[in-house]
T-cell receptor, first 110, second 116 residues
Framework: ELKVEQNPLFLSMQEGKNYTIYCNYSTTSDRLYWYRQDPGKSLESLFVLLSNGAVKQEGRLMASLDTKARLSTLHITAAVHDLSATYFCAVGDSNYQLIWGAGTKLIIKP | NAGVMQNPRHLVRRRGQEARLRCSPMKGHSHVYWYRQLPEEGLKFMVYLQKENIIDESGMPKERFSAEFPKEGPSILRIQQVVRGDSAAYFC??????????????FGPGTRLLVL
């Protein structure tokens, strides 16, 4: 059974700092997604990672995938307040279901 | 191009009543997924549908819950005889093709169900 673990679950940081969110998963998968959710809102797709070594960047966010280690990272560079949100990773199972991490609640203080 | 639409956005029901949640997928999308999200948790898969077919309902409780995606009209998630534990946010997502082939799922705004 595929399990997905994110850490940390809560992160409070200052603007301008760098930090990384980790997503570990337990069995082989060919796709991993990162989503952002603002309080009371829906989920916004950030990145889709499909192969070992894949790296994608959008603004201050960069996601990478290591399929051998079954690990994805979401790196935040020089954080700004607007990035405060909850970030989820979701991993595709052998069929079509997405198995979700519990989410990382990120608070960025001015 | 309108995104995934869900209504109502908020729904309050008393225990024992029925809740009907609607989802209209993005234009050109024929695959619909329903998820449930409890507070401070990730999403849990409930059911996957294509037009007129339930493909996978393994995440949906056997009792009181049902889903459909008719040929015409939105997908409906129906919860009969609601209980307090049904209170959650219910999200619908759609994709153009089968999500197992690396299609991105696009999410609606969700329906927040509160059972009193």
């Amino acid at each position: 059974e595929l399990k997905v673990e994110q850490n940390p679950l809560f992160l409070s940081m200052q603007e301008g700092k760098n930090y990384t969110i980790y997503c570990n998963y337990s069995t082989t998968s060919d796709r991993l997604y990162w989503y952002r959710q603002d309080p009371g809102k829906s989920l916004e797709s950030l990145f889709v990672l499909l192969s070992n070594g894949a790296v994608k960047q959008e603004g201050r966010l960069m996601a990478s995938l290591d399929t051998k280690a079954r690990l994805s990272t979401l790196h935040i560079t020089a954080a700004v307040h607007d990035l405060s949100a909850t970030y989820f990773c979701a991993v595709g199972d052998s069929n079509y279901q997405l198995i979700w991490g519990a989410g990382t609640k990120l608070i960025i203080k001015p | 191009n309108a995104g995934v639409m869900q209504n109502p956005r908020h729904l309050v029901r008393r225990r024992g009543q029925e809740a009907r949640l609607r989802c209209s997928p993005m234009k050109g999308h024929s695959h619909v997924y329903w998820y449930r999200q409890l507070p401070e948790e990730g999403l849990k898969f409930m059911v996957y549908l294509q037009k007129e077919n339930i493909i996978d309902e393994s995440g949906m409780p056997k009792e009181r819950f049902s889903a459909e995606f008719p040929k015409e009209g939105p997908s409906i998630l129906r919860i009969q005889q609601v209980v307090r534990g049904d209170s959650a946010a219910y999200f619908c997502a759609s994709s153009r093709g089968l999500a197992g082939y690396q299609e991105t799922q696009y999410f609606g705004p969700g329906t927040r169900l509160l059972v009193l």
